[in-house]
């Protein structure tokens, strides 16, 4: 019987045969010998017997209990990060067979998570080396430009296409920029320098970097919210992804179109909302527009890379946030944040 292969169950089945088996012996000694009471005595030897029997199996309950109880506690150490622990299964039974495949499981698991880290770093050189690659010709590629826009002060048509080439090549830039930035986000090779700052501060230098922006195309930009509110987060990166849904808005609001930041602080989050009144997003396209490169077939933006949106939900989740977006068509839209309040940490 495979049951009896552990050894501590066999030496629990040989204790409980052993004290049965004297039980026996004494019991049918006492019946043939005729001694005198000896229903009471084999009553006694019955009562002995299982209170043996008892002690015995608490004992092995109890060994057992111990047993799992380390291996729940490796378990636990392996969900918390610790990838070199190993469930003690040296003895033979159905328990130390589980214990083995749970062993099994957390190397194959280990291996897995080492050939994504290490395909994760191939990614993130590789981007990286492209990038680096990019910006020489790009640098280039701008200077020529520039030189054609110069020579071409005459020549309406050649000036068009001078203008043109320039928004291609700022479009290149920024899908490299961004490719870059999110990879790194994704490797976890970025570590964030989080500093208290204050949210009105942060609001204010993404409304001046539009402000020129916002002014040329009638637009306007307003912020509103408590002045003490602070956010512990990385300032540069909270900035890049709020600039994101703020160039978003731009992008989608027409004419005497307003941006509205807002932020206010709740009993555990701070909340940050980035809203306009410009067009709106399609139903179809809402569980879609944090993925990446995601285009829309009813978006008349032509202009747009699909890494914005994406990027910025990745610094999100990076400073441990929440990211919801609400819209109604031909109404506009609401980018909703949700930071931990550092006053609650």
């Not at 043939?32 to 015995?56: K, P």
């Amino acid at each position: 019987m495979k049951i009896l292969a552990n050894r501590k169950i066999k030496s629990l089945f040989v204790r409980i045969l052993s004290c049965i088996m004297v039980f026996i012996l004494i019991s049918a000694a006492l019946v043939i010998l005729d001694i005198r009471n000896a229903a009471h005595y084999i009553i006694i030897c019955g009562v002995c017997m299982g209170i043996a029997v008892l002690l015995f199996c608490y004992g092995y309950f109890k060994e057992q209990h111990k047993i799992m109880e380390s291996a729940i506690a490796q378990i636990t150490e392996y969900i918390s990060g610790t990838k070199d622990i190993m469930i003690e299964c040296s003895d033979e039974g159905g328990l130390y067979r589980l214990f083995h495949e749970v062993n099994s499981l957390a190397a194959v698991l280990n291996a897995h998570a080492e050939n994504e880290k290490n395909a994760k770093k191939f990614l993130r050189n590789t981007i990286s080396d492209i990038s680096h690659q990019l910006k020489t010709p790009l640098a280039a590629l701008n200077i020529y430009n520039g030189l054609i826009q110069d020579e071409a002060k005459e020549l309406p048509a050649l000036q068009e296409f001078a203008r043109l080439s320039e928004q291609e090549l700022d479009r290149i830039e920024t899908l490299v920029q961004n490719l870059l930035k999110i990879t790194k986000l994704d490797a976890g090779t970025i570590v964030l320098e989080k500093s208290l700052e204050k949210v009105s501060e942060l609001a204010e230098d993404i409304k001046k970097h539009f402000m020129f922006r916002a002014g040329q195309e009638g637009k306007e930009i307003c912020l509103s919210g408590d002045k003490e509110i602070s956010l512990l987060c990385d300032r540069s990166w909270i900035i890049e992804a709020i600039s994101n849904l703020v160039k978003n808005a731009l992008d989608h609001t027409g004419k005497g179109g307003v941006i509205r930041i807002q932020w206010q602080a709740f009993a555990s989050i701070v909340q940050i909302t980035v809203k306009d009144n410009g067009s709106g997003i399609h139903p179809e396209d809402l569980y879609h527009i944090f993925k990446r490169f995601y285009r829309s077939r009813f978006s008349k933006d032509t202009q747009g890379i699909g890494l914005g949106l994406p990027l910025t939900k990745a610094i999100v989740e990076a400073h441990n946030g929440t990211i919801e977006v609400d819209s109604i068509l031909g109404t506009g839209t609401s980018f909703i944040i949700n930071f931990p309040n550092p006053t609650k940490l």
